[in-house]
């Protein structure tokens, strides 16, 4: 019938963008995680009440599975330590690997789906094909294998996610780049005198940045995901406070089956927290990334 | 006066679907410095193509581009930034031709930095190039970015982005059409003066007749790919020669009530191409076809000084 | 007898900025069997107005006041179904890009079917019949029928969503800007199509365009917007001839003449005012080469000049000696 054409609203300023989360609940929620966890990560050393590595004493005895008390607010664990203290140090750890993988996929991504859209012909061909390859390795997997054959540790959880978390980033960089190609300012900088690269990272990479930090806030929650599979499996640090080993450390000591849920719960809803906050910030953004999606 | 640029025998043919398409077929035109050439024609007629074949944004299947004596068919790297300095374009569509992040001193800038022009330049060309498209005081401007500008305002800046290099060809394509009526004549009127006062090459392409008359002296009319008919702008209109250029004068409107409303001497549409393209390409629409037009493509002949059409009628005129 | 009748409309639009009036106490007239053209630069209402005239403002407009009297009756008092149903039966709109009308992913035959059996309660064989006759009326091969939007080019687009408009025979057509998106051949096909339907079907037509020299082809009338008011409106051949408004005057100096070799174009310098805090005089007067101390300060009333002949302007009565003062580039320079 008439279809009158409905403005989109598109990128365009920081104040614009602010006026939209005001209307995007689920932005806000991830948004305000995120915050609280920087927060905590920056201030835990005067935040957290014990030192995480501290064992604690209750007398003469090793304070193990401390119940919640006004002492230990979340009770402490089977070696005493006390694990209020210990989930506010794993942020740190948490936003270390979540941050540095998150980076990495993002720059992989862009340079790579940068590269592929603009220049296309072989180089797109090769990318793709590489992109293709990735996507169908299976991560677990091929984290373990890489932790078994050199050293356990976050250098490999790192790495990992971003081998294969790029093609990700790279696909729905490179389709934005196929647009903004065919835009006349970017012709124009052709006209211009622009080289190929000045044109690819001067002129259209600041465009296509903010779908890229997009796809890093899910990388976020995916490389923390990772850590803690890792460490739980055992290939991570053993001797770094982040959640991953807290859980590690209680299944070995059965906290389960013990009941000692405040020792495991906390790092669980931390982990799940990080993940839940880049889902939201990808879900709550995508209306402004792509408004014709959500209006369908 | 020698010719500033010259394409000889430019062809563009696309492949789509295992066909061949041919976009451009064997167009030849010369600019010279201070002239203004106009190509006129429907969307699909090969005249953006060609435009941007000249400005090697485009590369030719076949052909030769000459500027200012030199072969620039194949320039790249150096000779082609060299190039681009000389020849630059005016974008139809204001509102997408600047990068919407730069300011406007930004994207001036952009030109002066890539064609090593020295730093101490920079602000006096700015300002002159911002005084001449009518934007000042240039500050009050220059710190501005696209989005708080008007259509007519980013056309200027467009217009002065064009010719802050001192270029001596600036090729425009339908520069006005995404504009309001009421700032259509300043832009006209500035890239006329531009001309004028520079003594550059103009090459304006464009679907309106009428625009062509008001700003180009020469006029090539192309049909599918194929130059028709060429010539002085104003006899071409007052006496077209192919019944092409006949039927597309006819079409203009004009801002009187007393006007010609018959029907057009043209039949079909665009879509009618013949299939095979071995005779004349307009021959399904003419309203004058003879069984030759079928057998054999018509060559550009010339029929008076400076005119020439491809068409077998022999009272053309 | 107006077959439509715009009394003191006001549309509101809400923005960031508060509400803005698109459209600000216009009246109009468009009588029976006319095509009367509504001219205007981008942002001036004409779009806004058409809208409102059909029903189909977006969300965040409203019309504040006025009546639009239709066919003898207020459409403000009617309800959302009845101002539905009067969608396509009595008046029907042509929309500038086609694919807008037409659906992408649906025969031609479909389209029209939905409409002419939904709408207009025609059995599906009469609906075939119909739309075989209406795609003759516009000049396309019934055959094409089958065909869907993609298959066709601009212009045969342009007919098909003609066609569609015309389906329930509806006594009013508003078109915005048809033929803009055209190459000239096909703008004067299609422009011609428009006119032999006017004139055989004895429809009203309001054709909204920019260009003046559609005007002169087509429209027996013309009415001049400008900042959401109309400044100038009467018979076409009066008006382009002797226009009385420095806007209107302005506007035929604006465009080229294919068959003149003009001296020079002239412009309108400055932009229209912003119709969040409009000017307390003549909205024109900022640009108008003509203005003095009361056009800065009081609103022109419309009013007539001549037979059937309306301005806005306080200066009409000097109207000749502005014609050819207006001719002039340097009286407009001097506003820049």
């Known amino acids: ?296 | ?317 | 007898m107006s077959l439509l009748s715009v009394r003191d409309l006001t549309v509101t639009y809400d923005t960031q900025r508060g509400p803005v009036r698109a459209v600000d106490g216009l009246d109009l007239d468009v009588p029976a069997g006319s095509i009367t053209g509504l001219v205007g630069e981008s942002g001036c209402g004409k779009s806004t107005l058409g809208r409102a005239l059909m029903g189909v403002l977006p969300d965040r407009g409203k019309i504040a006041a006025g009546e639009v009297i239709f066919e003898g009756q207020d459409l403000q008092t009617f309800s959302a179904s009845a101002r539905r149903a009067l969608r396509w039966r009595r008046m029907a709109f042509i929309p500038q890009t086609a694919m807008n009308a037409l659906d992408p992913v649906q025969r031609l035959s479909a389209q029209m079917a939905e409409i002419l059996i939904e709408r207009g309660g025609l059995s599906g064989r009469e609906a075939t019949a119909r739309s075989s006759e209406l795609f003759r009326l516009v000049g396309l091969d019934p055959a094409r029928l089958a065909a869907y939007p993609h298959h066709f080019s601009g212009g045969m687009r342009q007919r098909a969503s003609i066609a569609l408009a015309l389906a329930l025979n509806p006594s009013l057509v508003i078109a915005d800007e048809p033929v803009t998106a055209l190459d000239v051949i096909v703008q004067r096909q299609v422009l011609d199509v428009l006119r032999e339907l006017q004139a055989r079907l004895q429809l009203s037509m309001i054709l909204v365009t920019h260009d003046m020299a559609v005007v002169a082809y087509a429209c027996d009338r013309v009415a001049v917007m400008y900042a959401g008011q109309i400044v100038e409106a009467g018979l076409a051949a009066e008006v382009l001839e002797r226009p009385l408004h420095p806007y209107t005057m302005g506007l035929t100096h604006a465009f080229p003449d294919v068959h003149d070799s003009q001296m020079s174009l002239v412009p309108i310098e400055g932009s229209p005012p912003d119709l969040h805090t409009p000017p307390p005089g003549c909205r024109f007067a900022a640009r108008c080469p003509f203005a003095d101390a009361r056009c800065n300060n009081e609103p022109p009333p419309s009013r007539p000049f001549g037979p059937d002949h309306l301005v806005a302007c306080w200066h009409a009565e000097d109207a000749t000696t502005l014609r050819g003062r207006a001719a002039d580039p340097q009286t407009w320079a001097a506003i820049a």
């Open chain 1, 1 to 296: 019938m008439l279809y009158w054409t409905r403005e989109c609203p598109s990128v365009r300023s920081a104040s614009r963008v602010l006026r939209f989360l005001r209307h995007e609940p689920f932005a806000v929620a991830g948004g305000a995680i995120y915050f609280v966890i920087v927060v905590v990560a920056v201030f835990a050393d005067e935040l957290a009440p014990y030192d995480p590595r501290a064992i604690l004493k209750l007398g003469s005895r090793i304070a193990r599975y401390q119940p919640i008390s006004a002492q230990h607010w979340l009770g402490t664990n089977s070696s005493g330590r006390d694990v209020l203290s210990q989930v506010i140090w794993g942020t740190r750890s948490a936003l270390e690997v979540g941050l540095t993988a998150a980076i990495a996929v993002v720059a992989i991504g862009t340079v790579l789906g940068l590269l592929s859209g603009y220049l296309g012909g072989w180089v797109d061909r090769v990318i793709t094909w590489l992109a293709d390859i990735v996507l169908g390795l299976p991560f677990l997997p091929f984290m373990l294998v890489l932790a078994a054959l050199t050293h356990p540790g976050t250098g490999i959880v790192v790495f990992s996610v971003a081998a294969l978390l790029w093609p990700n980033t790279a696909r729905v960089i490179r389709a934005q780049v196929l647009s903004l190609r065919e835009r006349a300012w970017v012709e124009a900088a052709r006209v211009t005198g622009c080289s190929t690269t000045r044109i690819m990272f001067v002129h259209v990479l600041p465009q296509v940045l903010p779908l890229a930090a997009l796809y890093g806030s899910v990388a976020i929650g995916w490389a923390i995901l990772a850590e803690a599979s890792a460490s739980f499996l055992g290939f991570g640090d053993p001797t770094a406070i982040s959640w991953g080993v807290m859980l590690q450390e209680a299944y070995a000591n059965q906290a389960l089956s013990r009941g000692a849920w405040n020792w495991f719960a906390p790092p669980g809803a931390a982990i799940m927290a990080m993940v839940l906050a880049g889902f939201l910030i990808s879900r709550g953004s995508e209306r402004l990334l792509f408004p014709k999606l959500a209006d369908q």
């Open chain 2, 1 to 317: 006066m020698t010719a500033l640029l010259q394409a000889e025998g430019l062809q563009k043919t696309f492949h789509s679907r295992g066909r061949e398409v041919h976009a451009v077929q064997n167009v030849s035109l010369s600019v010279s410095p201070g002239e203004a050439l106009g190509i006129v024609g429907e969307s699909g007629c090969g005249k953006t193509t060609t435009a941007r074949m000249l400005l090697r944004l485009e590369e030719p299947s076949a052909g030769r581009i000459m500027f200012d004596g030199a072969d620039i068919t194949n320039a790249h790297g150096r000779h082609l930034i060299a190039y681009r300095a000389r020849a630059q374009l005016v974008f139809q569509n204001p509102f997408d031709a600047l990068n919407p992040r730069f300011t406007i001193r930004r994207s001036l800038t952009e030109p002066l930095r890539n064609f090593a022009i020295p730093v101490s330049e920079h602000q006096d060309r700015i300002e002159s190039v911002m005084r001449r498209v009518r934007l000042v005081p240039a500050e009050s401007w220059l710190d501005r970015r696209p989005h708080e500008l008007s259509g007519g305002q980013l056309q200027r800046v467009v217009l002065a982005r064009a010719l802050i290099s001192g270029p001596s060809l600036i090729v425009a394509d339908e520069p006005v059409s995404m504009l309001d009526v009421s700032v259509r004549a300043g832009i006209l009127n500035v890239l006329r003066d531009a001309r004028d006062s520079l003594g550059l090459a103009a090459l304006y392409i464009s679907h309106d007749l009428a625009l062509i008359r008001y700003v180009c002296e020469q006029t090539i009319v192309m049909y599918l790919g194929r130059i028709v008919e060429q010539g002085p702008t104003a006899e071409l209109i007052s006496r077209p020669a192919h019944p092409y250029t006949r039927a597309l004068v006819a079409a203009v409107p004009v801002a009187r009530v007393e006007q010609n409303r018959e029907g057009l001497p043209i039949r079909g549409s665009l879509s009618d191409a013949p299939p095979d393209p071995s005779g004349c390409l307009f021959r399904n629409r003419c309203p004058s076809v003879m069984p030759r037009c079928a057998t054999e493509a018509p060559t550009l002949r010339t029929i008076a000084p400076g005119r020439m059409v491809a068409c077998h009628l022999e009272g053309a005129m």
